[in-house]
């Protein structure tokens, strides 16, 4: 994980948050905080009941 981000998503842990990385310039697979197990869990429930059959977003932010 590039420094910046690896800073970005320390701090926002230490705060229970979630960080957004914006690069333009650069490749960004580090542009989100990773979620704990509990807001991974809760994020995969709203995608599933809003978007049954998995087309809201496929592979996108998380899954």
Known sequence: MATQAAHLH????RYHAIG???AADEHNEDAFTPLSA???HMNQMLKRARAPQGIFNPGKLYA
């Open 10 to 13: 320390r701090t926002a842990a």
């Open 20 to 22: 957004w990385r914006f």
């Open 38 to 40: 509990g807001a991974a």
